[in-house]
């Protein structure tokens, strides 16, 4: 079956040029491991999980890389507010293994690769000398820009001129740059820190990074390229100019950006104090209504994000746990409602499919064989375990305690009348009593 995404690089969905018999090669922008993985960045990984999962259940091998940007002017600026700006890279490591483990709980499969750009130092110099060598970078006191003027179709992802971009953009302040919006692909350092280069100590760009890992690990052309909506300018703009200028070749053919999780309709930022990490919301909700909760939006519809939405979402994905709790599917299984498959692969239309689905759970109850499909979708595509959700633990005070101990001695002797008293007084107190089955 075909799948269609819409493509930014030409504003209109597309259907997936796929090579026959070739892998599809897929490569999302991954963290800077500086802080918490926060809410917007559980919505790109999660919505790239459920492509890959979409592909992979469609019969296609993925390819899939994630990077982990762990040099970066935010990881040096953490490292010095801990008290050694040279320790960057226990920082890393440290929110680097918090992410992972947040990207597991959320049920996002591993990566293919997970390339570090520490651990691709050679090939970033080896691509900024390849630029040089062509015309499209010079050298600057240290520095090398890529020279934007060199690229006609600068511009060409994000719809802007180099005029109009100038406005708010992430660019470097130098007024030697032969044009305002030229980027750094290496930075030098004149106190010899990090790697050494033909340009003397520094460390690569920010954008240079991601072109020379899906270089290394996918080829020169990819199928798809993703990420948030807030990395096409300048973050993917950049990539797609110097891997386009360096190969003379698309770097991807399709560009896929999810929209923004906003906050009380704006969006996060560190400047509003409204950002909202994984790790504090998992404290509160299951990690799988997390997931649930980002797929019943479509991925380029933004999010307005709201605990009673959450328990909303809490809610229904409940009734799924419920509804398929009894039900069993072979891993594999491939026999699944076509109208239910087409709306996953007409652009990733999950809201559509959920509909559909709890439309069909009176039926279920009755039809073996589409309960068991859409268990296979719900858990193989979706990624849902479609377990239980995990109890709070309340604690209780020395007073409840007693009263539960008094009420398993009534039981043990059978004191019916004695136990449903004390049970109603731990339900008076807020506490619900769920007895095990006696053999």
């Keep these: 079956m075909n799948i269609a995404l819409y493509n930014t690089l030409s504003r209109r969905k597309e259907t997936l040029a796929l090579a026959p018999n070739q892998p599809v090669k897929m490569y999302v922008c991954g963290v800077t491991p500086y802080d918490y993985a926060h809410i917007g960045h559980g919505r790109v990984y999660v919505n790239a999980d459920l492509l890959v999962r979409l592909l992979r259940f469609t019969g296609h091998e993925v390819i899939y890389v994630r990077n982990i940007t762990d040099i970066d002017d935010k990881l040096l600026a953490k490292a010095a507010q801990q008290g050694n700006a040279k320790d960057y890279r226990s920082v890393a490591e440290h929110f680097t293994t918090l992410f992972q483990n947040e990207m597991k709980q959320l049920g996002c499969l591993a990566p293919t690769h997970e390339p570090r750009v520490t651990e ?59 044009h305002p919006a030229d980027f750094a692909l290496w930075k030098g350092n004149k106190e010899n820190l990090f790697w050494q280069s033909p340009w003397g100590y520094g460390r690569p760009g920010w954008h240079i990074e991601c072109s020379v890992m899906a270089n290394k690990y996918l080829g020169t052309t990819i199928d798809i390229h993703g990420g948030g909506m807030d990395l096409i300018f300048p973050h993917h703009e950049n990539e797609l100019a110097q891997s386009a200028a360096l190969h003379d070749a698309p770097l991807a053919h399709t560009w896929l950006h999810n929209a923004f999780v906003n906050i009380n309709k704006e969006k996060m930022s560190k400047s509003l104090g409204n950002i909202i990490s994984l790790h504090t919301l998992f404290e509160k909700y299951d990690p799988m209504v997390v997931r649930f909760y980002y797929l019943q939006h479509h991925y380029r519809t933004p ?137």
Excluded at 324 to 332: I, K, L, N, Q, Y
Excluded at 382 to 408: N, Q, S, Y
């Design 303 to 439: 999010i307005d994000f709201s605990d009673d939405d959450m328990t909303a979402a809490q809610t229904a994905y409940k009734r799924l746990v419920a509804a398929f709790e009894s039900v069993s599917a072979p891993a594999d299984s491939k026999a699944v409602p076509s109208e239910l498959l087409e709306a996953l692969c007409d652009d990733l239309n999950t809201p559509k499919f959920f509909g559909m689905v709890f439309e069909r759970l009176a039926v279920c109850k009755n039809d073996i064989s589409l309960a068991q499909a859409l268990t296979s979708m719900l858990i193989n595509i979706l990624g849902l375990t479609l377990e239980p959700l995990r109890e709070a633990v309340v604690a209780m005070t020395p007073e409840i305690e007693k009263l539960v101990r008094d009420r398993e001695q009534a039981r043990s002797e059978k004191n019916w009348a004695l136990a449903d008293k004390i049970r109603d007084e731990l339900a008076a107190c807020g506490y619900k009593v769920q007895d095990k089955k006696t053999k």
């Design 120 to 178: 691709c130092i050679p090939g970033i110099i080896a691509f900024v000398l390849g630029l040089i060598d062509k015309g499209h970078a010079y050298v600057l006191d240290g520095d090398v820009y890529f020279d934007v003027a060199s690229f006609p179709s600068y511009g060409a992802l994000s719809k802007r001129n180099l005029d109009d971009m100038l406005a708010g953009a992430r660019v470097d302040v130098n007024e030697k740059k032969r």
